[in-house]
């Protein structure tokens, strides 16, 4: 099958140039032809034209001549009818030449006959002078031979051929000029002639050397005898030169044969005429007749694909770049891209199907492959915190990732519009633009910078950039990477913790100040007590010493406060009075409200349910929402009003601080109770306090909501749940905190007279206070300052209660109550006394303590009325829980 495709093409490549040819012969005949035809009329004409214009203006000229000359314009008529005769008869010669040209131009279709032949030769003969450009112009060769290989004729294609004039060509045999090409040149000879002799001609083509040369040549060859009287007495040989043509032929075949692309020829019922070896190694078969069994249906994987392509084939003059998939002998699919062409008759009727497959199947490998890291590093790159920039020399931006919008606030498209450290902050652009154009000359491989970037919204970020530079294949670097993370919560974070750090140290600044508050006060409350209560005072005396008790009494409330807030005991949720919190709170602030002229609004609500609740948690949250409006006002005026409401709706509370200040923009409500989020300048708040005290009231079931009110001013509401089928505890307001009036104690002197107490406190006056405040109630009350007076006491007499502070002090080193209280009720042995605590910090209401007879705990500062009735409580045998009393 391949040999017929071969010969095919062969034939067709031969074919084409021989028409050619003997097109160009013809038209140029006829060329020559129609120029004599033309020049001969126009000969005729002017001679005619000439003889009748002589004889018009010379006849009267002529008549008067002698000799009769009148006679003369009748002999140039007969002169120009005689060369009109001369030249009919070329043209017939000439026609009669045409004629048998046109029957050698057809020898394919019928060889010509001796007897053309012969007259062919015969005109040439005779007008050999005349027609000899004529045969000259023949591309073909042209030779005359004798039987014995003599050369009787020859054109001047077969002399330029040789290089040879026409003189040194004739009457030589043609083996002086020619040889065989192949070396079997007598046995062709040999087996042709007889066949040649006996059909009178021969057609093929035939391989020569010119002798002397190397070069081969191909003649496509027709030979024809040349008969007279019947017998061959020469031979007519017309040869066209194919050696280009045989040349491009072998070329083709071997570009066919060499092609890393597969090859096809395939008919429209599916059949394989022809591949070349690449498309048989394509599909995995061991050889070209193996594939050719194969029908086209076989090898696609799709026939519904194969018909499409089929039909575009069909419809398109040629499809490019069509991709279609194709099976192998084993089994396996190759994705192919077809170029494909459909070859048609002279009917337009589809005949064949040729075309060229390039397998793609492993750069469709590599371009999924490539696709996944692509998606990978895509999707890597969004899910990376950071934000990645990247620039090119110019400073442009070639690459933004998503995170921008998160960062900044833009779209990415709007990004890559703007000018690299267009938004920078004006004092950190220099450095910025100084660090790039190092990473642009190459003065540095890595760096980081922290700058200040203005979000979309107008606030300023801190961005830490890390730079790195960007090369291309050959090193030369192309551009700067920036990778940039987002630190305003860090550093927010930061400044926070440095404030906790100081508002811790302050509380434990203040809860020392509160311990050493408390024992002064506790002796201003006790004498004051003591000096009321004495018989024989004046009434005006008692009004300055009523006025001294209230005063220590209030100073006492707000070192408790401070104690409580700067020292938060772990939470602890009980039921709690809302009206008492919203008091205490006011309490602490209002020193800083009243320096402001900022009036507070709050009505106690009676009758409002309890909540279940830590009081500290929820005192820090009323605090803050005060202290913002507090802060709020004195951004707008000197004055201001806070109103604070309590209120009750369904089975909720709900908490309203409402202020008269800036107000909160309508933008920022969104973002009010995020962490590190403020509206205060910088270094006026940290963020934190909004979404703290948000934290706290949902741990607490609740939630708040902030509003904008149309006449200026901002309003923050609390719900807390009601406390579920329960009243709140009498929580003791501050001013009434750990106070039992003297009147409140019963006359039980009889049973604490005679009972015996001794005091073991570093503080003076609170020995003395007890000492004297104890004995007029008749105690026996021995005092020690350290622990080796106590057990000195405790070796002489026995003791009914034991008081003990809980922070001593001795020779400059502090001294745990605890350790001293255990040393002192070992040593009594038997005997131990009850023992009672004395402490100016706050103390857990626990249960089950380490010691026994440890059961009751005595807050600072006291007076001695409280001192009488707790001591009641413990000589009456009350149960051992641990109360603050």
Request: charged fraction near 25%; aromatic fraction near 6%; proline fraction near 4%.
């Amino acid at each position: 099958m391949l040999d017929e495709s071969q010969n095919a093409r062969r034939t067709a490549a031969t074919s084409s140039p021989g028409t050619n040819t003997r097109s160009v012969i013809s038209s140029r005949f006829e060329r020559f032809e129609k120029r004599q035809s033309e020049l001969w009329w126009l000969t005729r004409g002017v001679l005619f034209l000439l003889a009748l214009a002589y004889a018009w203006t010379s006849w009267d000229s002529v008549r008067s001549l002698a000799h009769g000359f009148e006679k003369l314009p009748v002999f140039l008529v007969l002169l120009i009818i005689l060369f009109g005769v001369y030249t009919w008869k070329k043209t017939q010669e000439l026609s009669e030449m045409r004629g048998l040209m046109r029957g050698l131009e057809q020898r394919n279709e019928a060889p010509p006959s001796e007897k053309q032949l012969g007259q062919l030769f015969e005109i040439i003969s005779r007008s050999q002078q005349g027609y000899r450009d004529l045969i000259d112009s023949f591309d073909d060769v042209l030779l005359a031979l004798t039987l014995e290989g003599q050369i009787r004729a020859v054109n001047r294609s077969f002399s330029d051929l040789l290089g040879t004039s026409f003189q040194q060509i004739v009457g030589k045999p043609i083996t002086d000029f020619l040889q065989e090409g192949s070396g079997d040149g007598a046995e062709l000879l040999r087996r042709a002639m007889p066949r040649f002799m006996e059909r009178h001609q021969w057609s093929g083509v035939v391989q020569v050397r010119l002798k002397g040369q190397g070069t081969l040549f191909y003649f496509d060859c027709v030979a024809h005898a040349m008969m007279r009287d019947g017998e061959i007495h020469g031979i007519t040989v017309l040869g066209r030169d194919v050696t280009a043509l045989r040349k491009n032929e072998a070329r083709f075949t071997e570009l066919f044969e060499s092609l890393q692309e597969g090859i096809y020829i395939t008919t429209p019922d599916g059949a394989i005429v022809d591949v070349n070896p690449a498309l048989v190694r394509m599909l995995g078969y061991d050889s070209k007749e193996e594939l050719l069994k194969r029908r086209v249906a076989e090898i696609f994987v799709d026939q519904a694909e194969r018909r499409i392509v089929q039909a575009e084939v069909e419809r398109e003059a040629m499809i490019q770049g069509r991709e279609i998939t194709l099976i192998c002998k084993d089994g396996t699919s190759i994705v192919c891209l077809n170029t494909a062409a459909a070859v048609r008759d002279n009917a337009g009727r589809v005949v064949r199907y040729q075309g060229a497959l390039m397998d793609i199947t492993e750069r469709r490998e590599m371009e999924r492959r490539l696709h996944q890291q692509q998606e990978f590093a895509r999707r890597l790159v969004d899910s990376f915190p950071d934000l990645i920039l990247v620039l090119d020399t110019t400073g442009h931006y070639t690459f933004i990732s998503p995170r921008y919008r998160e960062v900044l606030g833009y779209e990415v498209e709007d990004a890559q519009q703007m000018e690299f450290g267009g938004r920078a902050h004006p004092e950190d652009l220099p450095a910025l633009l100084s660090l790039y154009k190092n990473f642009i000359t190459g003065k540095q491989t890595f760096a980081s910078l922290e700058i200040r970037v203005r979000h979309k919204l107008g606030e300023w970020r801190r961005i830490r950039f890390n730079f790195s530079p960007l090369s291309d294949e050959k090193g030369n670097i192309e551009g700067v990477v920036l990778s940039g993370r987002d630190v305003t919560d860090l550093k927010r974070l930061e400044e926070q913790l440095i404030q906790a750090e100081k508002l811790a140290a302050m509380g434990q600044m203040l809860a020392g100040v509160a311990h050493e508050l408390n024992n002064p006060l506790t002796a201003i409350l006790g004498v004051t007590e003591l000096l009321r209560d004495r018989q024989g005072v004046d009434d005006s005396t008692k009004r300055q010493l009523e006025l001294t008790h209230r005063q220590a009494r209030r100073a006492a409330r707000i070192v408790q406060n401070l104690l409580e807030f700067s020292r938060p005991a772990s939470p602890q949720k009980r039921p709690l009075d809302l009206n008492n919190l919203l008091d205490r709170t006011l309490q602490l602030q209002e020193h800083s409200l009243r320096r402001n002229n900022i009036e507070v609004d709050f009505h106690p609500q009676a009758d409002l349910p309890g909540i279940i609740g830590d009081a500290n948690q929820l005192i820090q949250v009323f605090l803050n929402l005060v202290t913002n409006a507090e802060q709020a006002i004195r951004e707008v005026r000197d004055t201001g009003r806070i109103q604070i409401r309590a209120n009750r709706i369904g089975k909720q509370l709900t908490i309203t601080v409402q202020d008269d200040g800036v107000g909160i923009r309508s933008e920022a409500l969104p973002r009010i109770f995020d962490p590190f989020y403020t509206t205060k300048r910088p270094g006026g708040g940290t963020g934190l306090g909004l979404s703290i005290c948000m934290s706290i009231i949902r741990e607490h079931g609740g939630n708040i909501e902030a509003e904008t009110l149309p006449a200026g001013g901002s309003a923050f509401t609390i719900y807390l749940p009601v406390a579920p089928n329960q009243h709140p505890d009498a929580f003791p307001a501050p001013s009434e905190a750990g106070i039992i009036s003297s009147e409140a104690v019963r006359p039980e002197t009889d049973l604490l007279t005679g009972r015996a107490v001794l005091v073991l406190d570093d503080e003076e006056s609170l020995r003395m206070l007890l000492q004297e405040g104890l004995s007029a109630r008749g105690l026996r009350v021995d005092c020690a300052a350290t622990t080796d007076e106590a057990l000195a006491h405790l070796g002489r007499a026995g003791y009914d209660v034991f008081l003990c502070d809980l922070h001593l002090s001795s020779g400059g080193f502090m001294v745990d109550g605890r350790e001293a209280a255990s040393r002192i009720l070992e040593a009594a042995g038997a005997q131990r006394p009850a023992l009672i605590y004395m402490t100016g910090d706050l103390v857990e209401i626990t249960q089950g303590t380490d010691f026994p007879g440890e059961p009751f705990c005595l807050q600072k500062p006291f007076r001695i009325s409280e001192v009488l009735a707790l001591l009641r409580t413990v000589l009456s045998d009350a149960p051992a829980e641990t109360r603050r009393a």
